[in-house]
């Protein structure tokens, strides 16, 4: 199996650190024979969540549900707004669940405090829709980790950066492969049950 990952930009900033921490996790995965993409949430402008509207026909919600259907894990990226995500990737994860339900999921997170509420909150979403989590995240400072051009400086970063790539490919196609396996029998013993067709 290939394993098929998008990365979910959050940033509303142009030239955005945590956009270009996650465009290099997303070329490492490459490297790892996964296949990528990017939802750069700043320039599909989502509309606001409202439960009592049908936003699919969307223009702009066309390509998030491909997109969504299409990956098998996800990389989040938001900057750290006031010790939560931002609200566009809040937004992002409002309008969803089953569509998470047995993919894995890493983060990342712009912060000069490390942004740990920033992916546990995260974490906590992906979670209530039976989505599975990498153990550990990546934060990043801007000021500290990239030069005036925008290019990473800090060694420690790229390494994390590469690691997280790589878990992101192998323990989600594990994680993966095996829902699809359970939602394709009739084992009744395991969440995945619920989402058989």
Known sequence: MTIKILGVASSMREGSYG????????????KHE???RLLDLRSIRMPMFNPDISNEHHEQMEKV???LNWADAFVLASPDYHGSMSGAMKNFLDFYWEEFAGKTFG?????????????DQMRTAVRQCYGWSLPYGVSI??????????????SL????????ARDLVVYGKLIRVQFLQDISTEVSDT???????
């Open 65 to 67: 549900i491909e997109d």
């Open 19 to 30: 956009t270009r921490a996650l465009k290099r996790v997303l070329d490492a995965a490459g």
């Open 191 to 197: 969440f995945a049950a619920r989402y058989r067709l």
């Open 34 to 36: 996964a296949k990528t």
């Open 157 to 164: 970063l790229v390494k994390r950066l590469e690691i997280l």
């Open 107 to 119: 983060y990342i997170c712009s912060s000069h405090e490390k942004g740990l509420t920033v992916m």
């Open 141 to 154: 400072n801007g000021e500290e980790d990239f030069n005036e051009k925008g290019e990473i400086v800090n």
